[in-house]
């Protein structure tokens, strides 16, 4: 620890002791614990903060403030989670075993509310999962609020759902079902009823200063000019207008979100207190919400500045100390090279993987595996001690993240290729399977994403619909093969509840006048128990998703090979088809995985098998089937192989 740190630990440290005398008396083991995490921590929490706001009068009120709140919540902690804690210390690369399984849903799409989940967990355990994450269940306005990401306290679950208490219950049935709870961290911004948003509209000055407000459009103009419109039907620019303080505020989503200013450390303090009170419910992954914005700087994009990885690993050090068991997980859906910046074991553990999921729907438009194969060549490799979050599709929509550079190089036109791919997902493309719809068309930049369930974009609904079953077969194949990607790709895989069951689009969000507005409804369906009745018959679509999902997950969680993140892209000489080689030390072996991204049969020389498989005989894990590598391995349309060399 550098000498300024530590003088400030020797500050702070008999303080802390002082204040919690009686605390530390009654749990001597336990408080031991925090001082030593907290000396352990404190550097990296210490100079983050420094750095950040260091040249303020207030300062060390703010740090010593932070400190007391980890001591608190630390005191608070149940015993359950520090026993996590403690376990999840001695094997911090828990989370790269594969026998982890993610999924994700609203909690009242799926099951009505949190008892509704609760009562779910078997359907939960019949999937493999071990994993959950919750749409955001706290407090929020009526009417629109974003799905919950416009949030009026973190410390209320929305009525309907249930209490925190109710959560803290699940969380635990969950635990003890296998499965981890996870959360949204939405720090970026609170709803404009959160409790400081009111007192700032009643017009303190204190609260004012906890967001982003200007008394005209001289700065705004001028951010608005280096800015990205992330929902530009919600409004031109990034501000808005409200008549009671006269003042503009910062908005980077809906207006009705209002973007924190973390310039403010009484933010930073504050949303700390949010962060442990959270973790200390038992949740045991936070989803940082939005993480790209937190930070905004005149002249420059506002996006993936420094501050804004020095504010998650200010947080990141926190948990450390307070609640160690705590994952973050980076929500970037950005450019590669900016995603990749969040993922460190100081700063976010976990990061959804977006250029996988763009570019895997990129590669069944094309029927070739091309900017696949070459992005993800060169972008896979993170921190071995971090994970992707593999997944196919989420709660939002579609955007085309892929670097324009990579695109380029394989003759594509990056603008062109997506406006193809809007075209193609959203059904206008001549020949698409696809039924998807735009979302946050911006007439000015021609720029657009797409919303949709997996099935729906994957030609199920037009199928179904329109054509017969032999294009239904194509679609359910199309499915699984993304998600046998998913499944097979270094990482923790994440499935979208509904999709085991090929649900479609949800058109009912048009007679919703909260939701109207927002496209990516339609890829949020309710949970339907009829057709969950279905999912073991195999003559129905329902049962034929599901039992292959299940198997392959079965077949993921047996496997030791598909641990970790080590993916080693390769080329089966055939573009395709994508292939990559899973290892995973030190289990000697390797599993080799091919997927054909066409609805054609598609062969792969013997001699690839050979060079890429190691080996001259193997079984295919997927189907049990021998492949001898002596003659070429064709495989049919959408067909994916798991490969492991013959006795191996
Ligand atoms: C996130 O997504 C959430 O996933 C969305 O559901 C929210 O609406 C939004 O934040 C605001 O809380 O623009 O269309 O990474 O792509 O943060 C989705 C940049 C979004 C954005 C992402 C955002």
Same mark, same amino acid.
């Given at each position: ?73 630390? @005191? ?46 078997? =359907? ?38 249930? %209490? ?42 204190? /609260?004012?200063?906890? /967001? ?11 951010? *608005? ?12 620019? #990034?501000?808005? /207008? ?27 303090? #504050? ?42 690993? &200010? ?36 990061? =959804? ?43 939002? *929509? ?33 020949? #698409? ?21 997996? &099935?729906?974009?994957?030609? @199920? ?37 509904? *999709? ?8 009912? /969000? ?5 939701? &109207? ?37 079965? @077949?993921? $969680? ?21 292939? =990559? ?16 991204? %066409?609805?054609?049969? $598609?062969?792969?020389? &013997? ?38 060399? $013959?006795?191996?």
């Amino acid at each position: 620890m550098d000498r300024e740190a530590a003088r400030s630990l020797d500050r702070i440290l008999p303080r802390l002791g002082a204040d919690f005398t009686a605390e530390a008396a009654a749990d001597p083991a336990g408080w031991a614990a925090f001082t030593a995490r907290l000396r352990a921590n404190f550097a990296p929490l210490f100079g983050h903060l420094l750095t950040l706001y260091g040249g303020r009068y207030d300062f060390f009120y703010h740090l010593e403030r932070i400190v007391a709140l980890a001591a608190r919540s630390w @005191l608070d902690r149940p015993p359950a989670l520090r026993a996590l804690d403690a376990a999840r210390e001695a094997d911090p690369a828990w989370f790269q075993s594969q026998r982890q399984m993610g999924a994700v849903c609203y909690a009242d799409r799926f099951a009505g509310d949190l008892a509704g989940v609760r009562a779910r967990i078997p =359907y939960l355990r019949e999937l493999g999962l071990t994993y959950l994450h919750l749409m955001p269940p706290f407090l929020a306005p009526a009417g629109d609020n974003d799905g919950g990401y416009a949030v009026s306290s973190y410390r209320q679950i929305a009525p309907a759902l249930g %209490t925190m208490a109710d959560l803290a219950d699940l969380a635990t049935a969950l635990r003890d079902a296998g499965i981890g709870l996870t959360l949204d961290f939405v720090f970026n911004h609170t709803a404009d009823e959160h409790e400081w948003a009111r007192r700032a509209l009643a017009g303190d000055p204190e /609260y004012q200063d906890y /967001y982003l407000m200007f008394p005209d459009r001289t700065l705004p103009d001028r951010y *608005d000019r280096t800015t990205r419109e992330i929902f530009p039907s919600a409004r031109p620019g #990034s501000f808005t /207008y409200r008549p009671e303080i006269d003042r503009w505020v910062w908005t980077t989503f809906n207006s009705f979100q209002w973007d924190l200013n973390y310039a403010n450390p009484a933010v930073f303090t #504050s949303m700390a207190g949010e962060l442990l009170f959270l973790a200390n419910q038992g949740v045991e992954t936070l989803r940082l919400d939005a993480v790209v914005f937190i930070w905004k700087r005149l002249g420059t994009s506002s996006e993936n500045l420094p501050e804004a990885h020095r504010i998650i690993r &200010a947080f990141n050090a926190l948990a450390r100390i307070a609640a160690p068991a705590l994952l973050f997980k980076s929500e970037a859906i950005v450019h590669p090279d900016d995603v990749a910046e969040f993922i460190s074991p100081e700063e976010c553990q976990l990061s =959804y993987n977006p250029l996988l999921m763009a570019l895997g729907w990129n590669a069944l438009a094309t029927r070739e595996v091309r900017l696949l194969r070459d992005s993800l060549r060169d972008r896979f490799a993170i921190d071995p001690r971090c994970a992707w979050v593999n997944y196919v599709r989420s709660h939002d *929509d579609i955007g085309w993240t892929f670097d324009d550079g990579d695109a380029a190089r394989l003759g594509l036109d990056p603008f062109v290729h997506r406006r193809f791919l809007n075209d193609f997902y959203t059904g206008r493309f001549p020949g #698409s399977f696809a039924r998807g719809l735009p979302f946050q068309e911006n007439p000015r930049t021609g720029d657009a994403r797409v919303a949709g369930t997996t &099935a729906s974009l994957a030609g @199920l609904e037009k199928a179904l619909r329109e054509e017969g079953p032999a294009e239904v077969e194509l679609a359910i194949r199309r499915v699984l093969l993304l998600y046998s990607v998913a499944l097979s790709i270094g990482g923790l895989p994440l499935l979208y509840l509904g *999709d085991e069951l090929g649900l479609l689009n949800d058109y009912a /969000y048009r007679d919703d006048p909260a939701r &109207a507005a927002d496209s990516r409804w339609a890829g949020r369906p309710p949970f339907d128990p009829a057709r969950a009745a279905r999912r073991h018959d195999p003559t129905t679509v329902e049962g034929r998703l599901f039992t292959a999902l299940r198997r392959l997950i079965a @077949l993921r $969680q047996t496997h030791p090979l598909l641990a970790g993140v080590a993916t080693d892209l390769v080329d089966p000489g055939n573009d395709h088809v994508l292939g =990559y080689v899973r290892r995973h030390a030190p289990d000697p072996g390797r599993l080799l995985v091919l997927a054909n991204f %066409t609805e054609r049969d $598609q062969p792969v020389a &013997a001699n690839q098998l050979r060079l890429h498989g190691l080996g001259y005989a193997f079984t295919d894990l997927v189907s049990g089937d021998p492949v001898a590598a002596e003659a070429d391995l064709v495989l049919a349309p959408y067909q994916f192989v798991w490969l492991v060399p $013959q006795g191996a």
